[in-house]
C-alpha cells in the first residue's frame, strides 16, 4: 500500500491520536501517520486548500500533497504542534498552485488577497535582496504583533490572511458590517508596517 492509496474510509472511526504520537509515526516511517493525519487535519488542511483555490479537486490533491510533504520533512523535523504545521504546508501549496494556473493572468481574488497583505511585508520580490532579510527578526515581529491583538481583532486577521475569508464571511461571522471589518483590516496592516520599521526592516 501506497501513501497515495490511503483513504479516508481508512481513517474513519478510529480514535483521533495526540499530536506527538502521530509525529512519531512519521519518525517510524509508519504509513499509519498519513492516516492518523487525515483523521485529526484533513477538514482543516481542505479548508485552507479551498478557501484559496475555489475547486475541489485541486483542494483534494492539495491535501494529498500536504501529506507527502510531510512524510518527506518528517523526521528532517520534528514539530511540535502538527496542526500548524499541515497547515503551513497546505496553505504555502495551494497558493503556488494558484500562481501557477495565473502566472500570465495576475487576477483574482487571492492574488489580491496577498497583494493586499504586501503592502505591510518587506519586498521579498529581489532573491539577493530576500537573502539579506533577517527572517528570525521578521518572525518574532510577527508573532509580536499577533499577541498585541485582541482576541477579536487576531481572529479577524487571521481568518482574512491565514484562512482566506472573504471579508463577507468574516463580517457575517462577527456581525460586524463590510466595511468595519476592512477598516480594522487596514489599521492591523499599518499596525504590521510599523512594527516592521521598528524592528529595522524596510517595507
Known sequence: MTLMTLTKKEAAG??????????????QRSEEAI??????????CFGIAFGILQNNEDSEECVNDTYLRTWN????DRPDFLGAYVSKIARRLAIDRYRKYTAKKRAGATVGLLDELAEALPDRGDAEAA????????RDTLNGFLCS???ENRF????????????RSIARTMRMTETGVNGRLGRMRQR????LGKAGIDT
Open 14 to 27: 478510529k480514535d483521533v491520536r495526540e499530536d506527538g504520537d502521530i509525529v512519531e509515526l512519521f519518525w
Open 35 to 44: 492516516t492518523e493525519t487525515e483523521a485529526k487535519y484533513g477538514k482543516l
Open 73 to 76: 520533512s518528517i523526521p528532517s
Open 131 to 138: 537573502e539579506k532579510v533577517d527572517r528570525i527578526v521578521i
Open 149 to 151: 491583538l485582541t482576541p
Open 156 to 167: 479577524i486577521f487571521m481568518r482574512r490572511y491565514w484562512y482566506c475569508d472573504s471579508v
Open 192 to 195: 504590521l508596517k510599523d512594527a
